[in-house]
């Protein structure tokens, strides 16, 4: 079975500041990882995804998280961050051996920035 | 997102009631996905079709049902509802190319049930 921690339910970062969301996983086998960004009574919408090749992976609106497989890690970083990143961030996680592609999420990390 | 909806947006029912929430997609996708969210407990998994006719059990599907019997419309009825069931729900769709989830999941907007 598969599972998410994301360590941190809220994260208070002033604006331009870096900010940095933790996610550890659990898994048997070769995964794939997903940051989602769910912005206040909308969807979830994806932010970038780790499938294979290079553990740093860039997203959009300047996010990038880096894969760490002895860690068991997929850490969300914005070097900077503006009012409007204000929103909640789940990790995901999925592998091969999921039936139906089915994605297991983290509990969410909420995000507040502050000017 | 405008490959995928759901309807309705808002609904308030009273205990003990049947409910049904819809999602179409237009993306000719083969996987659909039910997911409820709940503050603390990120998104969990209620039921899942992975064709026409075929759906399987999530994490939490007790209280749940649902149907596909076209590829565009995915179906979650609540039987009975009870207060527990309050939460936001959403209808997710995912490709598949050769069963790797390479592009992950599409979301719809989420409905927000309140069961009273």
């Known amino acids: 079975a598969q599972s998410v921690t994301q360590l941190d339910s809220q994260v208070p970062v002033f604006e331009e500041a870096p900010v940095e969301l933790r996610c550890n996983y659990s898994?048997?086998?070769?995964?794939?990882l997903f940051w989602y960004v769910q912005y206040p009574n909308q969807g979830l919408q994806l932010l970038l995804k780790?499938?294979?090749?290079?553990?740093l992976v860039k997203g959009i609106n300047g996010f990038e998280a880096e894969f760490n497989k002895s860690q068991t890690s997929f850490h969300l970083r914005k070097p900077s961050v503006h009012i409007s990143d204000t929103a909640e961030y789940f990790c995901?996680?999925?592998?091969?051996?999921?039936?139906?592609?089915?994605?297991?999420f983290g509990g969410g990390t909420r995000v507040l920035v502050k000017p | 997102d405008a490959g995928i909806t759901q309807s309705p947006r808002h609904k308030v029912t009273e205990t003990g009631t049947p409910v049904t929430l819809r999602c179409h997609q237009t993306?000719?996708?083969?996987?659909m996905y039910w997911y409820r969210q709940d503050p603390g407990h990120g998104l969990r998994l209620i039921h899942y079709?992975?064709?026409?006719?075929?759906?399987d059990k999530g994490e939490v599907s007790d209280g749940y049902s649902v149907s596909r019997s076209k590829t565009e419309d995915f179906l979650l009825t609540l039987e009975s509802a009870t207060s527990s069931q309050t939460s936001v729900y959403f209808c997710?769709?995912?490709?598949?190319?050769?069963?790797?989830?390479?592009?992950?999941?599409?979301f719809g907007s989420g409905t927000r049930l309140t069961v009273v």
């Open positions: 997710a769709i995912s490709p598949s190319q050769g069963d790797r989830p390479l592009d992950g999941y599409t």
């Open positions: 898994s048997s086998v070769s995964v794939y």
């Open positions: 780790y499938l294979s090749g290079s553990t």
């Open positions: 995901a996680v999925t592998s091969l051996k999921a039936a139906g592609n089915k994605l297991t």
């Open positions: 993306e000719n996708h083969r996987y």
């Open positions: 079709s992975y064709g026409v006719k075929d759906t």
